[in-house]
């Protein structure tokens, strides 16, 4: 009874004594050694904790609740595939276990199998005994798998749950501020912020950087800066640490303290390394993406055979908006989101799928040897790719689909061999604001993790992708319309009835009128979402001018797309 009840008020050495004496008592029984092994977790002592699970296991003491702690236990240490597992056992044994689906869904989560964590949380409204921790925390992995529907839902079943417990409320204020739902989140956390369980050590962090991110939304930086350094004040691993710091470094930013800002956003990729190491040790070992695909190029001959009889027209092909990524897709997509006859279904991997398809259909020569690939199987794929999309967005008659992936930058000959009538709109920015804006994001991408890790390695991926969409434009002539973002925010009206033109779009005054279209949205799920819904802009143009100096060294990369686009480099 010790043991639980220190074990239940976050007491783990106290815990971890009272089970180990019971272990020495009596040593045969498998639960004694499971309940150590808990308290041990808690203390953060993986090894050991892993070691008196063993002993239970031994004992006979493999149940489901022995799973789902030893699951917890390689959550903890970032060991995800083991994690996964061990928890699909205790799923196998336990399949109305909400706890241990959601822990589930969250290893797949964490080592990049979405569709098998959105998958573990099917029907997950109908399982017994739902907590309210459990419903947000199943609410908030939907929403960051761009389920807003069910996120939506989660949040409803949440506010009708009259006390929801620290852990909770602060996944709801979460929710409701990546929905864009701030009113609301602000009422939540000030709620919560005033019972005396938020004000415990234990949550002292989460409250505070809960408080810092609403802050940062409603402009007021400096109060947003002040909570952040609170919550990282607190003990917090070095691979967790980016979580605050990032947010940090943007309020710093904002503020103009911007060798603060810069020094920030060092720490903030150091941690997020550490944290890619322990949780992706594989992708760490490869380092930076190398953006393989360019070493392949569309052979003229090859081209110059393929038939477009069949191909489907423009008003049957998707709008493809491609670019490097932050280069303000994010606007182009609610601009044409927000015509009756388009429709867009944020970032997916559809068009990677459908180029996997042409390429095991092409033996493998991907892009060189195309033009042998039958008609029906072009078709076929063609079919599989509307059916993934339309699981994202329902088109109706006359509507066509606006896929807004920035890296199908990299995927053209896929575009022009499947839809070689689709009409494609290229991003275009200052590649130093692109860059600076890529260095300042917390993307949860492993490998666009380590290509942003430092400014070299970005800037060598950026020359390298657009090196590969001209050298294949060149050969490949696909209907493209460049949308430079200095001028769509600096002359809006007007570029955007070019790119309707371009789209053979009729005109709909709606297409003026992005944010309050993103602002009616249940989920944006790009870094962008709170810049969406914000009156059109200027003021992201030039921000890499305070950091100038970090620039010089790698001008030289970029100085082909400065002069091709004749940006200033001063």
């Known amino acids: 009874m010790r043991g639980a009840t220190a074990h239940a008020e976050g007491r783990y050495d106290a815990a971890e004594r009272a089970f180990r004496a019971l272990t020495g008592m009596q040593p045969l029984e498998a639960s004694h050694w499971l309940n150590l092994g808990t308290a041990l977790r808690g203390l953060a002592r993986y090894d050991d904790a892993l070691r008196a699970y063993a002993r239970a296991h031994a004992l006979g003491g493999a149940t489901a609740d022995f799973c789902f702690n030893v699951g917890l236990t390689h959550l903890d240490r970032l060991d995800y595939e083991s994690a996964c597992a061990v928890l699909a056992q205790g799923m196998a044994m336990a399949p109305e276990d909400a706890d241990?689906?959601?822990?589930?869904a969250n290893a797949c989560f964490e080592s990049g199998r979405t569709d098998e964590g959105v998958a573990a949380l099917a029907g997950w409204q109908q399982l017994p005994g739902l907590?309210?921790?459990?419903?947000?925390?199943?609410g908030q992995r939907l929403q960051g798998a761009g389920a807003a529907t069910e996120a939506g839902i989660a949040i409803d079943m949440l506010r009708e749950v009259p006390d929801r417990g620290p852990e909770a409320d602060f996944m709801l204020v979460h929710m409701l501020e990546r929905a864009n739902r701030l009113t609301e989140a602000e009422r939540v956390l000030a709620r919560r912020a005033r019972s005396p369980a938020a004000r415990a050590p234990r949550h002292a962090a989460a409250l505070a950087a809960a408080e810092g991110r609403l802050a940062q939304r409603r402009g007021r930086h400096a109060e947003a800066i002040a909570h952040f350094k609170q919550s990282l004040a607190r003990d917090s691993p070095p691979h967790r640490r980016h979580l605050e710091l990032f947010p940090l470094a943007r309020s710093l930013d904002a503020v103009g303290r911007h060798e603060a800002a810069w020094a920030r956003l060092a720490e903030a990729h150091r941690s997020q390394v550490a944290q890619v190491r322990l949780a992706a040790p594989a992708v760490?070992?490869?380092?930076?993406?190398?953006f393989a695909i360019t070493a392949h190029g569309s052979d003229p001959g090859d081209v110059a055979r393929w038939r477009e009889e069949d191909a489907p027209d423009p008003d049957a092909s998707p709008v493809f908006i491609v670019a490097f990524p932050r280069s303000g897709t994010t606007l182009l997509e609610q601009v044409l989101d927000a015509h009756p006859l388009l429709r867009s279904m944020d970032e997916q991997?559809?068009?990677?799928?459908?180029?996997?398809?042409?390429?095991?259909?092409?033996?493998?020569?991907?892009?060189?040897?195309?033009?042998?690939?039958?008609?029906?199987?072009?078709?076929?794929?063609?079919a599989r790719y509307f059916d993934r999309a339309r699981q994202k967005v329902t088109l109706a008659a006359g509507e066509r689909l606006v896929d807004k992936n920035p890296l199908n930058l990299l995927r053209l000959p896929a575009i022009r061999r499947l839809f070689p009538h689709a009409r494609i709109l290229l991003a275009v920015r200052h590649p130093c604001d692109v860059l600076l804006s890529c260095y300042m994001q917390q993307f949860t991408a492993p490998e666009f993790a380590l290509l942003c890790a430092d400014l070299p390695t970005?800037?060598?991926?950026?020359?390298?992708?657009?090196?590969?969409?001209?050298?294949?434009?060149?050969?490949?002539?696909?209907?493209?319309?460049?949308?430079?973002?200095e001028t769509l925010v600096g002359?809006?009206?007007?570029?955007v009835r070019r790119i309707a033109a371009?789209?053979?779009?009729?005109w709909h005054d709606a297409l003026l009128a992005p944010g309050e279209h993103a602002r009616g949205k249940p989920f944006i799920s790009t870094p962008s979402y709170s810049q969406v819904v914000e009156p059109v802009n200027t003021r992201a143009v030039g921000r890499w001018r305070a950091y100038a100096t970090r620039f010089a060294p790698i001008l030289p990369t970029l100085a082909p797309y400065l002069e091709r686009w004749s940006y200033d480099a001063g």
């Not at 907590?131 to 199943?138: E, K, M, P």
């Not at 002359?491 to 570029?495: L, N, T, W």
């Open 502 to 506: 371009f789209l053979d779009l009729p």
């Open 100 to 104: 241990m689906r959601l822990q589930y």
């Open 458 to 485: 970005l800037a060598t991926g950026y020359r390298r992708a657009f090196d590969f969409w001209y050298r294949e434009q060149a050969a490949l002539a696909a209907k493209v319309c460049e949308v430079r973002y």
């Open 284 to 290: 760490a070992a490869r380092g930076a993406p190398s």
């Open 491 to 495: 002359d809006f009206a007007r570029e």
């Open 349 to 382: 991997p559809f068009l990677q799928r459908a180029l996997e398809e042409l390429a095991a259909a092409a033996g493998g020569r991907y892009p060189e040897a195309l033009a042998e690939i039958p008609a029906g199987t072009l078709d076929a794929i063609r």
């Open 131 to 138: 907590s309210a921790a459990a419903i947000a925390g199943i």
